[in-house]
């Protein structure tokens, strides 16, 4: 084509020989033309996850500590360490808004329904309002959350059991928060 226009529908792109060029502008050609084919205005695909955190359940090894209702739920939480268990008695009701602290050490801290497995549903199942009478409830009192985690504080699972509030609270942001708050009532 005269003045070297190759911009038609017929025209053939240029072809790249590795001999011709060294790998590394091979490699540099390959980026730019995956960074031009990104549609203008598109967001970048998100990273792929830089850390691998198993979250299967293995029933943990450590002691039990059992909170009936009116009992503290703040105080098993404390005094609970990383591998142990929190079973909380199905359908009692606990009020306020707990800290998960920082802790050391192990494995997991479930707090969990003491109710049997075969009552709760399965891992990955929706739970549906037939689940309630086995449920315990933490209702946070006020606008602030019925849970939230300190700085630091790591390795919680909550199994079987309700977050919400207390029906007098019209405004609340977060029911569970993490990453920590100053805003403490417990």
Known sequence: MPGGDNSGCNARPP????????????????????????????PAPPAPPRVFLDTSYHPPSGQTITVRAGGDLQAALNAARLGEVITLEPGAV???????????????????????????????????????????????????????????????????????TTPDVKTIYSIVAFGGTTRRTI
């Open 15 to 42: 072809v790249l020989r590795s001999r011709s060029l060294p790998p590394v502008v091979l490699a540099h050609l390959a980026v730019g033309v995956a960074v031009l084919a990104q549609p203008a205005g598109q």
């Open 94 to 164: 606990f009020q306020g808004n707990c800290a998960l602290r920082n802790k050391t050490g192990s494995g997991w801290l479930i707090a969990r329904s003491g109710a049997p497995d075969d009552r709760l549903p399965a891992p990955g199942a929706r739970v549906t309002p037939a689940f309630t009478p086995v449920m315990p409830k933490l209702l946070s009192p006020n606008q602030n959350p019925a849970l939230y985690t300190e700085p630091g504080a790591h390795h919680y699972r909550f199994i079987g059991i309700e977050f919400s």
